[in-house]
C-alpha cells in the first residue's frame, strides 16, 4: 500500500480525471453541433394549412381560415419565431427585400405569430412588410411542433447566426416564447400545394430565398 502514499499517484488520479472530464464535453459540444440530437421536421399536407384557424390583428379581430391567404394569388407565409427575437427581425427584413417582386407577380408576403403581447407586433412590422396574423393554437409550428432549448447556445451556426444578425445592425428583446422554431412557407394558388417548405433547424437558420427564385427559373426554362 506504499504507492498511496506517493504524491505521483493522486496527480497522475487526478490528471486522469480531469483528462475524462474534457474529453466528454468535447464529445458533448462535437455532437451538439451535429443533427443526431436535433428532432426532424414532419412536413405539412396542404390540407392540413388550409384548415387553420387565424385571427386578424385589428381592433376588432375576425377569424379565418388560412386558406384564404393563398386561395387567389399564392401567397408567402412567415412562421415567426418571436418578434422580439433580432434573428427573426433579421429574416423578416430579408423576406420583405423581395416585397418588390412579389409585388410584381401578384404574390402577398404574410407572417403569423404565436403569440400577440405588449407592443412586440407593432415593433416587428418595420422589419416586416407584410399583414401579419395570429396562429394561438400554433398549428403553423406543426404538425410536429419542435423546440430548440439552451443546447442552441453551444451550436456553432448559432454563434455564426449571432454575429451575422449583429454584424447587420438587428436587436432585439426578451419578450415571448422564443423555443418554437419557426419557418418559412410558399404555398402556390388554388390547389397547387405547398412550393415551398423551410422549417428552422436551429436559431436564425433562415430560407436562402434568391438562391430558391434561381432555382425555380431554371426549373422553367427547362
Known sequence: ?????????????????????LGAAALA???????????????????YLED????TLENEPRTLKAKELWEKNGAVIMA????????????AADLSSLKPKLDELGVPLYAVVKEHIKTEVKDFQPYFKGEVFL????????PQRRKMMFMGFIRLGVWYNFFRAWNGGFSGNLEGEGFVLGGVFVVGSGKQGILLE?????????????????????EDEI
Open 80 to 91: 415567426v419565431r418571436r418578434p422580439g427575437c433580432f434573428l427573426c427581425r433579421e429574416e
Open 135 to 142: 396562429d394561438e393554437k400554433k398549428k403553423f409550428y406543426g
Open 29 to 47: 459540444l462535437l455532437l451538439a453541433n451535429t443533427d443526431v440530437f436535433l428532432s426532424k421536421p414532419q412536413k405539412a399536407a396542404l390540407e
Open 198 to 218: 423551410h422549417r428552422e433547424k436551429e436559431f436564425g437558420d433562415k430560407p436562402n430565398m434568391t438562391n430558391q427564385e434561381k432555382k425555380r427559373q431554371r
Open 1 to 21: 500500500m506504499s504507492f498511496l502514499q506517493d504524491p505521483s499517484f493522486f496527480t497522475m488520479g487526478m490528471w486522469s480525471i480531469g483528462a475524462g472530464a
Open 52 to 55: 387553420i384557424d387565424l385571427k
